[in-house]
């Protein structure tokens, strides 16, 4: 059996400078925004502008890979997080929390830019979501929900807004040590949110049977019979 160094090697040395390339362009528009040229981003890489042009052929295209290099690792990340379900999957991801802070930061720049692409990017995000949480009330992990689009997008705007908020309290506060400071805010909001999506926050679902009355698709019959069983 061949070892993974030789598979290494076996690798095409265009595919490993292009990711050279594009693990570059994430540090440095995390850490500096898009107004960076893409001299700067070749030097990080240690190429010439000229083969950043050779595999990307615009900076805006060299982001759209940024973009799409990010949203294949939240996917998979966030996969195996909601169809795992266990403990030791938690523990995994939390102690290589800092692997993921160059994307983090990236993606807070790319939110905080706006514009065509930084949409592109939410609503993928959001396609994303769904489909991961849809894995997990397959896998029952996730309960299962009346409105699972609504509840991907509600639950991505509350994740986002709340990076992002934190972010303007903090993104450059600490330049030189941002992954310690991801760290930080990955275990800050780690054990309230287990402890809600976990337990919940209200005692019983009264105030959304109430509210349910009110809207134009009130519960069906098996919701008021599961309500009257659950109460």
Not at 59 to 87: F, M, P, Q, W, Y
Not at 207 to 220: I, N, R
């Amino acid at each position: 059996m061949r070892d993974a160094s030789v598979k290494r090697e076996a690798r095409p040395a265009g595919v490993e400078t292009a990711e050279r390339i594009r693990a570059a362009a994430i540090a440095r528009f995390g850490r500096d925004g898009f107004g960076v040229g893409l001299r700067a981003i070749a030097a990080d890489a240690g190429v010439t502008a000229g083969l950043v042009v050779h595999h990307f052929g615009s900076k805006d295209a060299l982001r759209r890979s940024c973009d799409e290099h990010a949203l294949a690792v939240i996917r998979a990340e966030k996969t195996k997080a909601v169809t795992t379900g266990t403990a030791a999957m938690l523990f995994a991801q939390l102690a290589e929390v800092e692997q993921f802070a160059p994307l983090a930061r990236y993606l807070l720049r790319s939110l905080q830019a706006g514009g065509a692409l930084a949409s592109e990017l939410v609503e993928q995000m959001l396609a994303d979501a769904q489909e991961y949480l849809a894995a997990g009330v397959a896998a029952g992990v996730i309960l299962p929900s009346r409105d699972p689009e609504a509840r991907t997008r509600f639950l991505a705007y509350q994740n986002i807004g709340g990076l992002l908020l934190w972010s303007s309290m903090h993104l450059d506060d600490h330049p030189d040590d941002f992954r310690a400071a991801f760290r930080r805010y990955s275990e800050e909001i780690t054990p309230p949110a287990l402890e809600l999506f976990s337990q919940g926050l209200f005692v019983d679902r009264s105030m959304l049977d109430d509210y349910l009355m009110y809207v134009p698709d009130p519960p069906s019959a098996g919701d008021a019979a599961a309500a009257a069983a659950a109460s």
